[in-house]
């Protein structure tokens, strides 16, 4: 039909109107709400580059859990600042590691129990070199061995499900990690404990705020030998086959924004819940142009989520999961 039978602004018309015929919606049950937890009592340090996201001690990340369970956020995702790091990364399967004792404070709150904890599953906080596995070599030919890397995966894995993580989520991008896991987790019968696989990850440009926060910058080389090269969609499909033929539960995409091809290509070719990560570089640079008065913050922060949403994210991991949840309520 042509003009001026067809007028698409008749269902733009009134509030009333976009809202019955809306496409695409939010709720702060689709949101993961990340925390970066560290050693001390009353420890709210905030992140320099990543403003209003802070290092907290335990006794104040169950109070941001508590504002997160009373605004209906459907997870957290926990990651851990341990109070001394080594070369092989001991703090992440060490049953008193800090994400370790979080989990259980979290799962022994009764109020909490709305909340799905993901424990996030690598070694790059714990290490004394920030890469997320074992290295090998030195100088220009350090890499980090993948296969020695795979038992400490693991076995940070099992730390995390005995402690309470209802999922854990490997974000190594070593091949074979999720196969390593599972195995590992059935063994110690955490047969019920899910896989969320950082399936495609990318060796990204927006991770550096992440790196303060949680004190993770490789002390030499980069993570480009095992995270994915931007431009390669297709590699990313084979990397996401091989986790889910691997035991993969769910699926994660890293990062969102620029990436949201790889979101839509991903929810067109696999059924597994997929989910996407807002990354602390494009959470920093919407505050830094809130903060400037160059954006409008509700609708740019709201137009970003239901930007990854539309293109076939079913939850996503974003610093602003409490102000979305707060403005959708």
Same mark, same amino acid.
């Given at each position: 039909?042509?003009?001026?039978?067809?007028?698409?602004?008749?269902?733009?018309?009134?509030?009333?109107?976009?809202?019955?015929?809306?496409?695409?919606?939010?709720?702060?049950?689709?949101?993961?709400?990340?925390?970066?937890?560290?050693?001390?009592?009353?420890?709210?340090?905030?992140?320099?580059?990543?403003?209003?996201?802070?290092?907290?001690?335990?006794?104040?990340?169950?109070?941001?859990?508590?504002?997160?369970?009373?605004?209906?956020?459907?997870?957290?995702?926990?990651?851990?600042?341990?109070?001394?790091?080594?070369?092989?990364?001991?703090?992440?399967?060490?049953?008193?590691?800090?994400?370790?004792?979080?989990?259980?404070?979290?799962?022994?709150?009764?109020?909490?129990?709305?909340?799905?904890?993901?424990?996030?599953?690598?070694?790059?906080?714990?290490?004394?070199?920030?890469?997320?596995?074992?290295?090998?070599?030195?100088?220009?030919?350090?890499?980090?061995?993948?296969?020695?890397?795979?038992?400490?995966?693991?076995?940070?894995?099992?730390?995390?499900?005995?402690?309470?993580?209802?999922?854990?989520?490997?974000?190594?991008?070593?091949?074979?990690?999720?196969?390593?896991?599972?195995?590992?987790?059935?063994?110690?019968?955490?047969?019920?404990?899910?896989?969320?696989?950082?399936?495609?990850?990318?060796?990204?440009?927006?991770?550096?705020?992440?790196?303060?926060?949680?004190?993770?910058?490789?002390?030499?080389?980069?993570?480009?030998?095992?995270?994915?090269?931007?431009?390669?969609? =297709?590699?990313?499909?084979?990397?996401?086959?091989?986790?889910?033929?691997?035991?993969?539960?769910?699926?994660?995409?890293?990062?969102?924004?620029?990436?949201l091809d790889v979101i839509r290509a991903t929810r067109e070719r696999f059924d597994l819940p997929l989910g996407a990560y807002q990354v602390s570089g494009e959470y920093s640079a919407l505050i830094a142009a809130f903060e400037r008065g160059w954006?409008? =913050?509700?609708?740019?922060?709201?137009?970003?989520?239901?930007?990854?949403?539309?293109?076939?994210?079913?939850?996503?991991?974003?610093?602003?999961?409490?102000?979305?949840?707060?403005?959708?309520?």
């Open positions: 039909m042509q003009f001026p039978v067809t007028r698409m602004r008749r269902l733009r018309r009134t509030s009333a109107m976009r809202s019955l015929v809306q496409e695409t919606f939010l709720l702060p049950s689709q949101l993961i709400y990340p925390l970066f937890i560290c050693p001390g009592q009353g420890v709210r340090k905030p992140i320099s580059s990543m403003p209003g996201v802070f290092n907290l001690s335990i006794d104040e990340a169950l109070k941001d859990a508590a504002d997160c369970a009373a605004l209906g956020i459907g997870g957290l995702l926990l990651f851990g600042l341990p109070a001394s790091k080594d070369e092989v990364g001991s703090g992440a399967y060490a049953d008193d590691g800090i994400v370790q004792q979080a989990l259980r404070a979290m799962k022994a709150d009764a109020s909490l129990n709305s909340l799905v904890l993901i424990a996030d599953a690598c070694l790059c906080e714990y290490t004394s070199h920030g890469h997320c596995g074992v290295l090998v070599g030195e100088g220009a030919d350090c890499t980090v061995d993948n296969d020695a890397s795979l038992p400490l995966l693991a076995k940070t894995a099992v730390s995390l499900a005995k402690a309470g993580a209802d999922i854990v989520a490997p974000s190594d991008m070593m091949d074979g990690r999720v196969a390593a896991m599972r195995d590992a987790m059935d063994e110690a019968g955490f047969t019920e404990t899910a896989i969320m696989s950082y399936a495609a990850k990318f060796a990204s440009a927006f991770y550096g705020p992440f790196r303060e926060a949680a004190d993770s910058t490789p002390q030499m080389g980069d993570r480009r030998g095992y995270q994915m090269q931007g431009t390669n969609l =297709r590699e990313a499909m084979r990397e996401i086959e091989l986790d889910v033929a691997e035991g993969a539960d769910m699926l994660l995409a890293k990062p969102a924004g620029p990436y954006l409008d =913050r509700d609708r740019a922060m709201m137009e970003s989520l239901l930007a990854i949403r539309r293109a076939g994210a079913d939850y996503i991991v974003t610093y602003f999961a409490r102000d979305a949840a707060r403005l959708l309520k």
